[in-house]
């Protein structure tokens, strides 16, 4: 599986790192009464804007890995991206004719564009999903969750 070339990583600005919801639920129009929402299917999706910050040689590696490597976003990629549980690698893919590049003053470049991604909260189970909340409604942090979670695992 090809990887995003090192020192190229989703920035917060100046386009903006965002991402949608996961698909997979449907809505119907009931008159005189409240919508019916159905689970259409369990897993999905999420489209990711990324921007990436570059220098004039970054901008080549980006263009040499785009042409060649993932043959124009056809091919899966890895890249870092968070989802909701932190910077983790994810398998993407390009959105077809999304890539966008802007030259900002000779030497750098911004180059944007959306993938689609699985969320890595998927890796959670319902259960333990429930459990994490659970510990958060008692007053923990997160930090302090995912240390007794990694305590856990050393003894498990």
Known sequence: MPTLPRDLYPVSSPSGYSYGAAGGVSRTQVEGGFNRYALDFERGVQQFNVALACTADMHQVWTLFFYNIIKKGALSFDMPLDSGR???????NIIPNSVSVNETDGNNFVV???????PKIYD???????????????????ADIT??????????
């Not at 932190?86 to 993407?92: R, S």
């Not at 944007?112 to 699985?118: D, H, N």
């Not at 240390?147 to 498990?156: G, I, K, N, Q, W």
């Open 86 to 92: 932190g910077l983790q690698a994810h398998t993407v």
């Open 112 to 118: 944007t564009f959306q993938v689609e991604a699985e």
């Open 147 to 156: 240390e007794l979670f990694d305590r856990l695992a050393e003894f498990t």
């Open 124 to 142: 959670f189970t319902e259960e333990g999903a429930a459990a994490i909340i659970a510990i958060w409604n008692a007053g923990a942090d997160i």
